[in-house]
C-alpha cells in the first residue's frame, strides 16, 4: 500500500468518524464510549502487536508511543464508565460529600479518622474523647 492510499483511507475514516459522532445525541456520548471500552483493548493489542514487528529504531519509538497512547485511552475508558455508573447509585451508596465512594476525589475512601484509622470524616476514637 502505498503512502497516499493510507493517507487517503486515513482521511476518510476520520471524516466518516466526524459525520458519526456529530449525529449522536449529547445524552448518549458517556454510555457509547463507555461501551466501546472493547475497542480500545483491541487498539492497544493491535498497538503492542505492531510494535512487536518494528525493525528500525524510529518504528519501536512510533510503536511506544501507540501503546501508550492506546494504553490512555483504555484508562479514560474506564474511568468515564466509574463515573456513570455512579451517576446511578442511590443516596445511601453514596459518600459524606455527595460522590460515590471508590470514585476518584471523594467517596469514602479517601477519609480517615484522627487516630489515622478509615472511618468517616470527623468521626473520633474513644482515646480522642475528653
Given at each position: ?6 493517507l ?5 475514516a ?7 459522532i456529530?449525529?449522536v ?7 457509547l ?54 451517576m446511578?447509585k ?9 460522590s460515590?465512594a471508590?470514585?476518584a ?10 487516630d ?15
Amino acid at each position: 500500500m502505498s503512502g497516499w492510499t493510507a493517507l487517503y483511507i486515513f482521511m476518510l475514516a476520520a471524516f466518516t468518524g466526524y459525520v458519526i459522532i456529530a449525529a449522536v445525541p449529547v445524552i448518549l456520548h458517556t454510555p457509547l464510549m463507555s461501551g466501546a471500552n472493547f475497542v480500545h483493548g483491541i487498539v492497544l493489542v493491535g498497538a503492542m502487536v505492531t510494535l512487536g514487528f518494528a525493525r528500525t529504531p524510529l518504528e519501536e519509538a512510533i510503536g511506544v508511543f501507540a501503546v501508550v497512547l492506546a494504553a490512555m485511552n483504555v484508562h479514560g475508558g474506564y474511568v468515564v464508565t466509574v463515573r456513570m455508573l455512579a451517576m446511578f447509585k442511590s443516596s445511601r451508596e453514596r459518600g459524606a460529600n455527595g460522590s460515590a465512594a471508590g470514585v476518584a476525589g471523594g467517596g469514602r475512601d479517601d477519609v480517615s479518622r484522627a487516630d489515622g484509622k478509615p472511618g468517616e470524616a470527623g468521626e473520633t476514637s474513644a482515646a480522642d474523647r475528653p
